[in-house]
């Protein structure tokens, strides 16, 4: 049986994976393929042949409206985990997820949702603040909640999440940015503090507005 600890190793090796085969796809299709996600179920890795689907969430924004899984249907939008207190790979992700949101953000059919996994002390005042701060205004929405919701969504969306003393800020988490589609399949995970791997994100993200626009 895994511990918790060898669960989230074996899972950022499979993400890992998934992110290196799927940089491996010919630029020359012009459609961003669906991808079967490799998990661990009750200590076996499986793997699902269907296209995987983002979970359903309620959690509130920074401007303290609730926000639910009917609120993105119909849309592209990129997810993340992240804290606001996070002092190792949260300022390169949202530095990067800040580039995504530059080219897109003002497009009516695109979010993005960046969830926090340190809900006591980020605070719907305090994800305004940091939002305000980095010049948010529409369509990225930064989520809190439940901490046990929100670690449960992180784990539905095969991201690494979990409290860690040891780590700075006292949490470990994935830095990867997940990518959906307007029916709420997952097409893709991508590495946040890696500038080419966002870019693939965001020429991914181009393939998928000309696949249905």
Known sequence: MFSKRKYFQCLFLLLLVAIILQSCQSNSNPVVERISVKRIVNGEIVEDTSAYTVPKFKFINQFGD???EKDVAGKYFVADFFF???PSICPKMKAQMLRVYEKYGKR?????LSHTIDPKRDSVHVLFEFAHKLGIDKNWYFLTGDKEQLFATADKY??????????PG???????????????KIRGYYDGTNPESVDKLIGDLAKLFKENP
């Open 170 to 184: 006292g949490f470990a988490h994935s830095g990867n940015f997940v990518l959906a589609d307007k029916d709420g």
């Open 66 to 68: 609730t926000v639910t």
């Open 84 to 86: 606001t207190k996070c």
């Open 158 to 167: 095969l991201i690494a999440a979990q409290e860690d003393p040891e780590s």
């Open 108 to 112: 009516n059919d695109f979010l993005i």
